[in-house]
């Protein structure tokens, strides 16, 4: 079976300061983990993506995510909060083998202090 | 990149009529599309995965007839929510998943439905 557990539903940062968005997993399978932005009425964006490969990911605007299976965790952090960075971010696991099937987690609500 | 595309990106509709949902791979061949359902401020929730070519399997307690997938090509799938009512607005966004390579998972725009 397979879960996501994004473990805060709001986080709030004041701008210039570290964020970090928890996540933690389940899996039967070895899993593919992702992070998704989604920005008001807007579509998701993909920020980064692990795939067994190296377990520090780096994606784009400047966040990262590492993998720790001892853990299952994979939380996103980004050294410095911009306002831009405001939005809806979700953590996805998705198993690949035994049938493909994509789990998001709840959510985790960003806000950005000036 | 691989582009999915969603038309249209917003839709009015008055309760007791039909509306249509296209969900389109712009640059790849999709032989499986998703689609997910999202309640303001909620998450995503997995409706239906349709496969090329034959029926779409739905999510429990999500009603087939009243979401009407047909996925009558590579490119293309659509969504019709029959007899909408105003508990159907929502946010729906589509997936495609390439039939080549690592088998990615690319997510349309949305379409925010409102039935008034």
């Known amino acids: 079976a397979q879960s996501v557990t994004q473990l805060d539903s709001h986080v709030s940062v004041s701008e210039g300061t570290p964020v970090l968005l928890r996540c933690n997993y389940s899996s039967s399978y070895s899993p593919s983990l992702f992070w998704y932005v989604q920005h008001p009425n807007k579509g998701l964006q993909l920020l980064l993506k692990y795939t067994s490969a190296a377990t520090l990911v780096k994606g784009i605007n400047g966040f990262e995510a590492e993998f720790k299976k001892s853990e299952t965790s994979f939380h996103l952090t980004k050294p410095s909060a911009h306002m831009s960075d405001a939005a809806e971010y979700f953590c996805?696991?998705?198993?690949?083998?035994?049938?493909?099937?994509?789990?998001f987690g709840a959510g985790t609500r960003l806000f950005v202090k000036a | 990149g691989a582009v999915v595309s969603q038309h249209p990106s917003r839709v009015i509709c008055k309760s007791g009529t039909s509306v249509k949902i296209e969900c389109r791979s712009l640059d790849f061949q999709a032989t499986t599309m998703f689609w997910y359902r999202q309640f303001p401020k909620q998450s995503l929730m997995l409706m239906a995965t349709s496969n090329e070519g034959s029926k779409a399997t739905y999510e429990q307690g999500v009603e087939k007839d009243k979401f009407l997938i047909n996925h009558a090509s590579l490119t293309l799938s659509t969504l019709t929510v029959t007899s909408a009512h105003p508990e159907d607005s929502s946010f729906y966004i589509c997936?495609?998943?390439?039939?080549?390579?690592?088998?990615?998972?690319?997510f349309g725009p949305g379409t925010r439905l409102t039935v008034t």
């Open positions: 996805v696991v998705r198993r690949n083998t035994g049938g493909f099937k994509t789990i």
């Open positions: 997936s495609a998943r390439d039939q080549q390579g690592v088998y990615e998972q690319y």
